[in-house]
């Protein structure tokens, strides 16, 4: 059961439900009366209700909230009489109508007020019932010192410095309560301190509970709050107890902190931030001193003064010396250049460069050598007498390690590296369908949209298709159409067929490829992957001057998309290309077998006589030779390009400015090795 009521209804609630919270618990409690109220407010039904106030009332919890739903149906009741009273009212047009009497009306009479547990809990007692106990307590208490008054004699002494005077003797009109035995009093001071410990310890536990459930109570509704002021309370605000150094403290003299207000218009709270901001400004720097854990007197002081850079003088030749080492290297430098002419003229230059390249150190076979090289590392003085000489030691017990500190049993097992060109992954080959298998494909998916479409015409998705006319089967497709109006009809066959042939031709066009498209495809098919290694070739070719050989080597290199770099030099021509082993393959055949070195389609008049040279070249024959083929991680050249070198030194720099000189000295060694043969 849920229910909901308005704010007068729950004001018209309020005095019953304290009456009902003072009877069950003995004493008047707002928390349980804010809490029960909270709950009928919110729509709780009983059960739940039950649940909330049970930390509260203990087993008297159902009784109570049964009782208190009753009484909410009565109110609720009430509420609709009084509404439909009013609107009879305003019909009637003056006709009043005797409101009738509430059961729960709040008055002087208790007997109206229903009682949620009529048999109190074993040793409950009622707030007046301890009122009176605890005042006949008293009376007893004070007729039992009037009587030890009366009995102590006149010489007995004083207990304190100064005794009070004896009390007067009780007028005869008073009647002296019944003398009661002690440990009656006793007793009965007992009970009543133990009642009053027993409402201590239950408002305590509400107080925890509320502690506990801080949402128990719910916000604030109409009339209804945790600090309701009962009507025979003083409405009086809480008092400001300062101490002696102006803290706020309560009763008992501990410091508490009271609620802050924070401004919420934008100009309150800039004002207060402005105010934080000249408090920080007025606060005096904090220095701190070599004493303090802070100070590092390591860190000296920034000063503000920049340092004057003062002036540096060279010492005097010092350029002098440095011009004439430059005079004196390029003086060098035309000297060499001035020999190696000399020498080319004379004819020995090549000879001159083979001895350069051959070994200066002759291996004599018939010599033995002190150490062999093998031998070397573990010797420590380079020496066999060191080793006759451990022999003799090892009479003495040394062991291996400690005649030869080099030797030792661990083995070393080199970490096994994959070649760069192999792939991580295996490669997949692709499968291929033989004609049959092929054939077969094509006649299954012919099948699969022949029938898909007899499906679609079946469903009426699609127009049947026209019959196919021929001039061949005219007559038989036709009939009798045909036999009718034969001009006719024939104009019809051509121009379906017409519109055939249109359909087929507008098709293979919409399947052909664009011209980018047939590039981007050549292109695709040419290129390779060489992420995971690049195959270089270097080739040596004796004369490359004719410009029909250079454009065929350029243009096959750029067809094939591949990079390289060609040197032309005096006798040494080298082509190096990079790519992969498909293109290298393409490359290597246009090179050494496609290409004519040897024939020379340039007219006779444009050939010097005169030049020995020359001549000497038509004897030797031209012709190309692959120096070298392996792979390499990287590219090291971009597009091709022909750099022409007149001098041998100028050539091995372009190659190596790119880091690949190696290229050059292996192509130049055979060169010479070459010339020196012929």
């Known amino acids: 059961m849920s229910v909901s009521l308005s704010k007068r209804d729950l004001e018209e609630l309020r005095p019953w439900v304290d009456k009902t919270v003072k009877r069950v618990l003995g004493f008047s409690e707002p ?10 407010s919110k729509g709780m039904d009983q059960s739940k209700t039950t649940e909330n106030l049970k930390p509260f009332l203990d087993e008297s919890a159902a009784n109570f909230v049964e009782q208190l739903y009753n009484a909410v149906g009565e109110v609720k009741a009430r509420s609709k009489q009084r509404k439909r009273a009013f609107k009879q009212e305003d019909e009637d047009e003056g006709k009043m109508v005797k409101k009738s009497k509430l ?3 709040v008055g002087d009479d208790d007997a109206n007020i229903p009682v949620l547990n009529t048999q109190p809990s074993p040793g409950q007692l009622t707030e007046q019932q301890i009122k009176d106990m605890m005042a006949s307590a008293r009376k007893v208490i004070e007729a039992r010192k009037e009587q030890l008054t009366t009995l102590v004699p006149p010489s007995a002494p004083s207990l304190g410095k100064s005794s009070a005077p004896p009390p007067p003797p009780p007028s005869a009109n008073i009647p002296l309560p019944p003398m009661v035995d002690m440990n009656t009093s006793q007793a009965l001071m007992n009970e009543a301190l133990e009642k009053a410990r027993r409402a201590a310890e239950i408002q305590a536990r509400i107080q925890a509970t509320l502690n506990k459930q801080p949402g128990l109570l719910g916000m604030p509704v109409a009339g209804l709050g945790a600090a309701k002021i009962q009507p025979g309370q003083p409405s009086k605000p809480t008092p400001l107890i300062l101490d002696d150094q102006g803290r706020t403290v309560d009763a008992t003299g501990k410091a508490i902190q009271l609620t802050q207000r924070m401004p919420t ?11 934080e901001f000249k408090l920080v400004q007025e606060r005096a720097p904090e220095v701190i001193n070599e004493s303090s854990r802070f100070f590092d007197t390591r860190v000296g002081p920034a000063s503000s003064d920049r340092k004057k850079r003062g002036f540096k003088f060279h010492e005097k030749g010092k350029f002098e010396q440095i011009a004439q080492r430059i005079r004196a290297k390029t003086q060098l430098e035309r000297l060499q250049q001035e020999i190696a002419q000399a020498a080319k003229k004379t004819g020995i230059s090549s000879v001159t ?10 291996v004599q076979e018939d010599i033995v050598p002190d150490v062999e090289w093998w031998d070397a590392y573990i010797l420590p003085n380079d020496s066999y007498d060191d080793r006759n000489r451990q022999l003799e030691k090892d009479n003495k017990g040394n062991t291996t390690e400690e005649r030869y500190p080099s030797v030792t049993t661990l083995v070393e097992h080199p970490a096994q590296m994959k070649p760069p060109a192999e792939p991580t992954k295996p490669v997949e080959l692709p499968i291929f369908l033989t004609k049959k298998e092929r054939s077969k494909m094509r006649r299954q998916g012919r099948r699969e949209a022949q029938k898909e479409m007899t499906e679609k015409i079946r469903l009426g998705l699609e127009a049947p298709p026209e019959p196919k006319v021929r ?3 005219l007559m038989r497709v036709l009939g009798s159409e045909a036999v009718q109006d034969p001009t006719k009809v024939e104009a019809h066959v051509r121009a379906q067929m017409a519109k055939r042939q249109k359909a087929h031709e507008e098709a293979n066009a919409a399947r052909k490829l664009t011209a980018e498209q047939r590039r981007e495809k050549k292109k695709k098919k040419i290129s390779e992957d060489t992420t995971l290694g690049v195959t270089v070739a270097v080739y040596r070719i004796r004369n490359l001057t004719s410009p029909s050989k250079k454009f065929k080597v350029e243009a096959n290199i750029n067809q094939l998309n591949m990079t390289g770099f060609v040197v032309l030099y005096r006798d040494v ?4 290309v990079e790519g992969g082993p498909k293109q290298q393959r393409k490359f290597r055949r246009l090179m050494l077998h496609r290409i004519k070195w040897s024939e020379d389609k340039r007219s006779k008049d444009t050939v010097d006589d005169d030049d020995s040279d020359e001549e000497g070249e038509k004897k030797k024959g031209n012709r190309c030779a692959l120096v070298w083929e392996g792979v390499v991680n990287n590219r090291a050249f971009g597009n091709v390009m022909f750099k022409a070198c007149p001098t041998e030194k100028l050539a091995r720099e372009q190659f190596r400015n790119h880091g690949v000189e190696h290229y050059w000295d292996l192509a130049h060694s055979e060169s010479i090795i070459e010339a020196s043969a012929d």
Do not use: G, S
């Open 353 to 362: 460069r083979l001895a350069m390249i051959a070994p200066k150190k002759e």
């Open 265 to 275: 218009l934008k100009a309150n709270i800039r004002a207060k931030k402005r105010q």
């Open 471 to 473: 001039l061949a089967n």
């Open 573 to 576: 021509n080298v082509v190096v």
């Open 103 to 105: 059961p729960m009306d």
């Open 31 to 40: 928390t349980v009366v804010t809490a029960a109220l909270n709950c009928v």
